[in-house]
């Protein structure tokens, strides 16, 4: 009874403390826990469930633009890593570093990777030799590794799983049509698969990655008004080929250096579930990336036939749905409770009553609708209804995200909307990096991006300075 | 052209030299690459595709025993690592230690995982208090980190990827179940999908995991006739559990402690498909595992209508089997070559005169039969042809492993075997570690397992000391 207790207890309440609500939700559907090493966490089955079919899915789409992946060491030389400057000088920081191995100090420190374009340099130096050889499409799932000083579950580790993708083109165009086609696959994938709505975005000077010509972005906005990076594509041109030295024979059989590119989305994607989907209740997952999406609760176990009708019941829906039955001996009201704090997207309820009126109650965990479904008609109706709420989920999503986007035209607007609304707000910006720095030492307020669609001049004046401005930018403040 | 004529050289033979013929085959068929981390490598895509494909048949073996997959750090602190005074002294000598971590030295040092049962049995203290809690049944899919002095690829690396599993249950009887249990899966996924025929049977306890009460191993005999520990599977009884703390309250409300086990496969196994099915023209993939299992190339392709019509052939072989095609502008023997070099199960060889008489000609990679097949039945014969080559490979493996046991009945015969006839040798064994030792210096030979099903009193008397003796033991040189 211990374990029913500690999972219908009460959750802080999202109003009242966003961030123990957070806290919360991850302990208490079992996502993850704590561990002796500080800053890293266990990822539990409930939480690598949801991590197993984001990479599934993920990778099915990567392969269908013909991404292969591949497995890279997790250590890199203090050598390799010193070889890009502007990448040294952003990852060295806040790596780890191993000294020694086996049972002697190491010539050479090593550091467990905190991502791995210098690894790839120096695998398609030997790897590419000519056009013929190109492009290099590959990938891995791993995981990484940076030093960061506060730590929160699945945003903010020590120690994170992700996948890393790295190409190599022959010219410049192609590099750059590759990074903007992972950049739509990731939006597409959060949008279609996570029910999350994104900014699609380039990231400005200051806030592109170490190494990188150009950094793209999709931005989520989190229920609580704050904005998450949610997966970020960047085109190096041929800064790291140089660096490293990486060229090919072109047609012509003159050398030339390649066009790289990498793009990157990691587990922080279970966080951004939670706190775009999730209630007071718990977590509330979208269908499609849901480990089980149907839970079948018989009401009235002792009453004969009950138990075997819905185990009936859930063996059709295997064939439709992935599926369980809650057959154990605790009270439906805690079973509810339970199904409801990790987010199961329906649940079936089915007494002696249902039975002689051959249906079931089929209750929505977004919305706690209840829909009555003739027993006769379930293999059909599950599946519409799992896609209807897939559908709603986004679109509520969205309806909150664009309810949060707020206009600032001047500095005094700027820094009221930030102190007040919670959201995105909409500025322009003259270009120049002191306004950027002042809005976030003032306002802990950083650009997400510029977006790509949204290109709206909203004004001609930068919302720090009040000199010309062009460029329109979605700022916020950001996990 | 310099890529095609890296392929198609020879490689060197392996009765000339089977070393050197592996680490051609490893090269040519693009399977790994070297890496500036001195004893880790590159999984290159081909290599890695048919990791991904033991992954997920592995996988889904594991979810059918009930099996749940999570992620646990990639560091374990010193002091963790200590807990299990057998279990450090195992693996002290071959870790890695992380001694930064950002830009200041850490207060305790941390090694990278060699393996994780320090820290399951951490989150399982934590986890475990009721009967209810149990069993726990978890799996992970990581890389580990083992400082080895020599290397070589899959086969003994600085770093390799594996899956570990680690199970906690309330009794002594049911840990030893799944440890038996999960042995067998391995045994049979090694036999049905690699091909790969094993031994099943018990460690010694000089060969035993450090910390464990007893291992179980399969071993698999490659072409060389050395041995190759394939996958291993451990019961350490209660000792993790006493040692860490483990304990739940049985239904009378004592306390006990938990019995666990381990198991883990790891990269080698791809070491094993080389070793057990290549041949001089170099890698052969059983069907199962192969991630293309049949190329189409077509013959005088600048005869008109050849291209389109393999191509539709090609399309028509989706829907049964993994089919590519080659329609690049190399010759068909170069095609050939290759296609034989990356061990491609199948290839389909279309010309005109084949469209003409309305057929295709299949050559087996394994055999090399030519079949000559209508082209309105491939459909219904390439899926027949797969299965028919996945049984044959799998039982000419097993012939050659059976040709290759030999029965030794004193040290004399003992030793003459193990210098003159390469393979598993039976020889009885007293259970005297000194002579496991003798054997081992004297001979290079190694106590592979004491087998569970083939229990045959060959004599009754020790193979290396002469007194009494009752146990049967595979002996062989091993890598």
Same sequence: chains 1, 2.
Avoid at 61 to 86: A, C, H, W
Avoid at 344 to 358: A, C, T
Avoid at 403 to 430: N, V
Wanted: glycine fraction near 6%; charge should be negative; include cysteine.
């Amino acid at each position: 009874m211990a374990k029913e207790k500690k999972l219908v207890e009460a959750i802080t309440s999202m109003e009242e403390d966003f961030a123990q609500w957070y806290t919360d939700v991850v302990k208490k559907a079992e996502l993850t826990d704590y561990t002796s090493v500080k800053g890293c966490m266990v990822i539990k089955p409930a939480g690598y469930a949801i991590w197993e079919n984001i990479q599934s899915e993920l990778d099915r789409r990567f392969k269908e633009t013909g991404v292969q992946n591949v497995y890279l060491p997790m250590f890199i030389p203090e050598s390799l890593l010193q070889m890009e400057k502007d990448h040294v000088e952003g990852f060295a920081p806040e790596v780890a570093w191993v000294t020694q191995g086996g049972m002697a100090p190491l010539q050479e420190k090593l550091c467990v990777r905190p991502t791995s374009e210098t690894l790839f340099c120096d695998f398609y130096k030997n790897e590419i030799h000519s056009y013929r050889d190109l492009p290099k499409v590959y990938n891995q799932w791993c995981s990484v590794v940076r030093w960061e000083k506060e730590t929160r579950p699945f945003l903010r580790s020590r120690e994170f799983l992700w996948q890393e993708g790295h190409t190599a083109h022959a010219t410049a165009e192609e590099a750059e049509a590759r990074t903007v086609q992972m950049l739509n696959v990731y939006a597409d994938f959060c949008e279609e698969f996570l029910a999350v709505p994104v900014v699609r975005g380039q990231k400005t000077e200051k806030e592109k990655f170490a190494g990188a010509e150009a950094t793209y972005t999709i931005e989520a906005l989190m229920h609580d008004g704050k904005a998450l990076q949610s997966g970020t594509s960047h085109n190096f041109g041929d800064g790291f080929a140089k660096a490293f030295g990486i060229q090919y024979a072109d047609k012509d059989n003159q050398l030339r250096h390649v066009h790289q590119t990498s793009w990157g989305m990691t587990t922080r994607m279970i966080g951004a579930i939670i706190m775009v989907h999730g209630d007071d209740s718990g977590l509330v997952l979208p269908p499609k990336v849901a480990p089980l999406q149907v839970m079948v609760i018989p009401i009235q176990m002792h009453k004969e036939g009950v138990t075997e009708k819905a185990q009936e019941l859930q063996e059709r829906l295997k064939k439709v749905c992935r599926v369980n039955i809650d057959v154990t001996d605790k009270s439906p009201g805690w079973k509810f409770a339970e199904q409801e704090m990790r987010g199961i997207p329906l649940r079936i309820e089915l007494g002696p009553k249902d039975i002689e009126e051959n249906q079931c109650v089929v209750v929505r965990r977004d919305t706690r609708e209840k829909i009555t479904v003739s027993l006769e008609e379930v293999e059909e109706r599950i599946p519409v209804l799992l896609e209807q709420m897939q559908k709603e989920m986004f679109e509520r999503a969205k309806a909150h995200r664009d309810a949060h986007i707020w206009d600032a035209h001047d500095y005094e607007e700027f820094k009221e909307t930030a102190e007040t609304k919670p959201g995105f707000i909409r500025g322009m910006w003259c270009g120049d990096q002191a306004c950027e720095d002042r809005i976030k030492e003032e306002l802990a307020v950083t650009s997400r991006c510029l977006p790509f669609h949204d290109k709206e001049q909203i004004s001609d004046k930068c919302v720090c300075c009040g000199r010309p401005a062009h460029k329109l930018v979605y700022w916020g403040k950001a996990y």
